[in-house]
């Protein structure tokens, strides 16, 4: 069946540095890619998304890339901060968020 | 700017007892969401209304009941708890495809 996954569980990066998670989809029809981000004891919380005709989105210190060819998507964090301590989730869809397919999520820890 | 509210945010059951989560949203959006997240595992889709007077089932439906019971109210029931339905329960909600999505703060059920 469709799948999505991240490739690491946990990612641990020195304060200031950047940051990148990764994720890879199974099904090639996936058109809309959705990053959250999850603090602890909170609800997930959109950070940024990317349609399937661009390759390339940037936001408030943070990018999205997608690479259809290979079916992947990376969130990069610039300049990493304590308050970017979260888990993060990709999320695929292939037609509606009735459709949409979350990641696990992979644990961002930042250290001083 | 209440958002998404849930309530409750704890709950613990005994097997065999019913409960009803409740969501509410100040947004007046008509697409309304229900999904479980357990331990390293993606956020799973319970049942969705795509608007007011409708609903579908989403992936994992078997031991849930649900009604949209206005535009800002979308409610999950459980008839009989089990202990597999153990899990966090995130209600969530959108304007339209492709948009940003607003969650819950998730309610914390433990079937005992």
């Known amino acids: 069946g469709e799948s999505v996954g991240l490739h690491l569980p946990t990612l641990s990066v020195q304060e200031g540095d950047n940051s990148i998670i990764n994720c890879a989809y199974s099904?090639?029809?996936?058109?809309?890619f959705i990053w959250y981000k999850q603090e602890s004891g909170k609800g997930p919380q959109f950070i940024i998304d990317?349609?399937?005709?661009?390759d390339k989105r940037q936001g408030q210190r943070v990018t999205v890339l997608l690479n259809k060819t290979v079916k992947h998507l990376s969130l990069q964090i610039a300049a990493t901060q304590p308050g970017d301590s979260a888990v993060y989730f990709c999320?695929?869809?292939?037609?509606?968020?009735?459709?949409?397919?979350f990641g696990a999520g992979t644990r961002l820890a930042v250290h001083p | 700017n209440a958002g998404v509210t849930q309530t409750p945010k704890f709950q613990v059951l005994k097997t065999g007892q019913s409960m009803t989560l409740q969501c509410a949203q100040d947004m007046n959006h008509n697409s309304m969401y229900w999904y479980r997240q357990d331990p390293g595992m993606g956020l799973r889709l319970i049942y969705y209304s795509a608007s007011e007077g409708t609903t579908d089932k989403g992936e994992v439906p078997n031991g849930y009941n649900v009604s949209r019971l206005n535009k800002r109210e979308f409610s999950l029931r459980l008839e009989s708890a089990a202990p597999s339905q153990t899990s966090v329960y995130f209600c969530a909600t959108y304007i339209g495809f492709n948009t940003e999505a607003f969650f819950g703060q998730g309610t914390r059920l433990t079937v005992v």
């Open positions: 099904n090639s029809a996936s058109d809309y």
């Open positions: 990317i349609r399937s005709n661009m």
């Open positions: 999320a695929v869809s292939s037609g509606g968020y009735n459709k949409l397919i």
